[in-house]
């Protein structure tokens, strides 16, 4: 897990069970994306928490939640303040 620590002290992560982030304080979660089935049967990555865009359709969940990492971990995390 990749973790943005600024000089305050906070901390920006995208939350996976790796680390116990209940050690650092008490967190506050927000949505960064909704990854949902659409009409055909395939996935998308709606990243529009986080002001970002549509990606997808992906012919399989796993592709879209990878796809959902890699955008938020690019254009989020690493421009969190």
């Not at 600024?6 to 990854?35: A, F």
């Not at 009409?39 to 969940?61: C, I, M």
Request: charged share 15%.
């Amino acid at each position: 897990m990749d973790m943005i620590i600024n000089q305050g002290g906070l901390v920006h992560c995208i939350y996976n069970e790796t680390i116990d982030l209940t050690q650092l304080g008490t967190p506050v979660i927000n949505r960064g994306s909704h990854v949902e089935p659409v009409a055909d049967g395939q996935w998308t990555a709606d990243l529009s928490p986080v002001n970002g865009p549509l990606l997808g359709p992906f012919s399989h969940r796993s592709v879209a939640l990878a796809a959902e990492r890699e955008w938020l971990n690019q254009h989020w995390l690493l421009s969190s303040p």
